[in-house]
Every structure is written in C-alpha cells, then in structure tokens.
DNA sequence: TTGCATACCTCGTAGTTCTAGGCATTATAC
DNA sequence: GTATAATGCCTAGAACTACGAGGTATGCAA
C-alpha cells in the first residue's frame, strides 16, 4: 500500500533469462547466479523470480529443456529456440526503445542536467 | 497469464511525473499531453495513470497542490516539495543503476552484440 | 445543439515480481 | 560421524503496479 520503491523490473527477468541462454544452454540455479554476477548484484532475482519465468518461457515454446545427470545430481539445462530468439529481439528493441524515451525526459526539457 | 509484452514500465509514471514537476508548476492533464509529447509517442501514460500518481504523491508530502481557475476553467496545479526534490534524486539513481546493469548483461557476456 | 477538447476523477482487472516457504542431494567443517 | 552449508529444483500466496473503461462537468466551435 505504502509509497513504496519501484523498481523498475517490470519485463527485466524475462529478458536477462533471455538473454543470457542465447548462445549457451545454462540451467536455473546457474542463471539466477549469474544474473547477480553480470549485474555486479545490482539484480538480484530470487528462485522463485526466476524458475516461474523459466517454466513460462517453456509454455510459450520460448525455450526448451532437457533433463540431464551431473556428477550424482540432476539439472534442468535450457535452450533458446528460434522463436525465443525472436522474442528476445522484440524486447531488446523494446527495451532499448523505452529506456530511451525515458531518458529524453530525464535529461530535456526545462532545466539541463540532473542527469 | 505469461502471453503478454512487460512493459518496463514498473515505477516509470512516478519518475516521469516528478520530473517534469522539476523546476515547473503544471497540472494533470498537462502532464499527461506532455509525456505523450516529450517521449515522441513512446510512452503514453492515460489518465487513468497520472491522476493516481499524482495522488499517491500529495499524499506522501512529495508534491503540493493547489486549486486555480483558468480562463472559467479549474485547474489543480501541482509543484515538487523539497521531499519530492529528494525522491526525484533517489529515483533517478536508481533507474540509472538498474538500467546500467540491464545494459551490461545485453551487452556483455557470451556473445558480442545485439544491442 | 451537437460535437469536441479540456479537466478532473474512480473502480476493477490483469499481469508481474517478490517473500517465504518446502523437498532432496552432495560437499564441507567441526 | 554429524551438523551445516551449498547445490538444485519447486510452488503458493501476497503485494504492487499499470491500464482500460467509464463517469462528471465546462467551454468553444460548427
């Protein structure tokens, strides 16, 4: 209820989970580690971000998934599929498109600077 | 469920708003046209967005109101507090910060390029 | 007097992230 | 040997947010 912080992650997990199988196959756990990693712990997406998003992405034929036994443990090892490439285009561009827009805002009008 | 396009708009409307309130007076509907207008049409938050907002913000002691007719008409013109000043800041930091990191994970990482 | 732009508002819905848990196996530390 | 951490997977519920649809009222032009 309170006024709390946005955090602007809004579309952001679905697009670094993107992102980061496009061009390497990688398993949850590895994804959310490296997320913190890439992101010098800026985005710190939990478990429970990102394994709904992962299952998502496979409902919609984003990504697939392969089960597979290693050293004694099993792992879910994701891939991007042409039309998760497609998609992660489609948000990279929207992203990119937004982040802009925004930043026109924050750096013109009135007054100069802030930014 | 998980069909649709995230906006990355989480937080956005807040930080827009209290921007524009920087250094100028200006009243709802102004607001709306002018987010419309500076963003070239990327971003065209309704009213149904912007009023709330405003709300939420009066009420947080971020922004101040007050009632002024114009040319027959009533207008609520809104201008930023020093409390607003400071979320304004914090805010802007933050989207900095996160889109920063977002950047580096679609830039960095396996592969070069895409963005 | 019919329509359009201005100017304000609220409610309900939908879509998302997040916290907080739970389960099971393996490696490490004491 | 036994407790503890790390690995690796998962779900359910709460909380938040943007958004669309709809409502009220005034002024101005055709």
Redesign the pocket.
Do not use: D, F, K, W
């Given at each position: 209820?309170?006024?709390?912080?946005?955090?602007f992650?809004?579309?952001?997990?679905?697009l670094l989970v993107l992102r980061l199988l496009w061009g390497r196959e990688m398993?949850?756990?590895?994804i959310v580690q490296a997320i913190r990693e890439e992101t010098g712990d800026v985005v710190s997406?939990?478990?429970?971000?990102v394994?709904?998003?992962?299952?998502a992405l496979e409902r919609s034929g984003a990504i697939t998934s392969e089960r597979r036994p290693?050293?004694?443990?099993?792992?879910?090892y994701y891939a991007l599929s042409p039309k998760g490439a497609a998609r992660l285009t489609e948000l990279t561009e929207l992203w990119s498109k937004i982040t802009g827009a925004v930043q026109q805002v924050l750096v013109g009008g009135g007054r100069a600077g802030l930014v």
């Open positions: 209820m309170a006024t709390s912080n946005p955090s992650m809004n579309g952001v997990p679905e398993y949850g756990y590895e997406l939990g478990e429970g971000v394994y709904p998003v992962l299952h290693v050293g004694g443990r099993s792992r879910i």
